[in-house]
């Protein structure tokens, strides 16, 4: 894949405004994608917050696979670190992180009760990589549209501090990605859940990318969804011109079709990335802790 710099003028901006923020927040909430938690997380983030309390929000876990997501949630325990797995949309979910943020600021009302001061609102920092439902989620906490959303990333230009009656003020912050990404793998794995814009990719890459590694790793959702059969002996070893081969067929069973009857490849990357997206193959994840891989493959 072609070198990416993703971190346009408004993201270094950001960042700046965040840091001087950050004196004014109690709790950091990191919205990642449950479906890439690795990927999703930003790099410096124990660098910039420091000594503020973070907790790792796993969005969409409705689209991850539940398998993973239960790993991962697993290895945050083992590490003492709060991560929550929520569909940011479900009102249970929504009343279970509610719950557990009026819990968690008990002990600011304690001292601000003892010190005779008026109790504030819990000040929460929402940070995250574009398109991860920060917005979506500050929305829903404070009871209110106060924060645009978008299915495109880069909806969110500047930090706002939102009031949500007597409970909660959040700051509403840009989605922020590193300014260069470490591994091939980070970057398709963020390209595929629409993390970076898809006009600026190589998207026939991306897309193949991902048929290829869902087709080893959830053969039979492809199955289901293309209606093509996958023959794999071992897993790990669907070669490319094998993939090459079921990725056409995958085009030409969802009628994408070009002049001749050959298969029409630019309307299926869109297709199948959207597809991928909306969850429609299945609920998938992309990254599992990696003492579970060869369990989920």
Known sequence: MKEINWFPGHMAKSRRELLSNLTRAELILEVCDAR???SSRHPDLDKMFKRKPVWTILGKADLADPFCTER????AVADNAIWLALNILSDDDLLELRQKLLDY???????ARRKGKIVSPLRIVI??????????????????KSARTSNKPGVTRNLTWIRGGTDFEVLDTPGILPPRFDTIEMKRNLAAVGAIPDEILPIEEV???????LAVNYPDLIKARFGINIRIENACSLCEINAWELFQQAALKRNCLASGGEPDL???NNLFLQEFRSGKIGRVSLECPQAEIKKVL
Request: no cysteine; aromatic share 12%; hydrophobic share 40%.
């Open 207 to 213: 897309s193949f990318a991902l048929f290829r590694q």
């Open 72 to 75: 991962w949630l697993e290895q």
């Open 127 to 144: 940070v995250g990589i574009p398109n991860s439902g920060k917005s979506t989620l500050i929305n829903r906490l404070i009871g209110r």
């Open 105 to 111: 600021n008990q002990q600011y009302i304690s001292i």
């Open 266 to 268: 630019p309307r299926f």
């Open 36 to 38: 890439v938690p690795n």
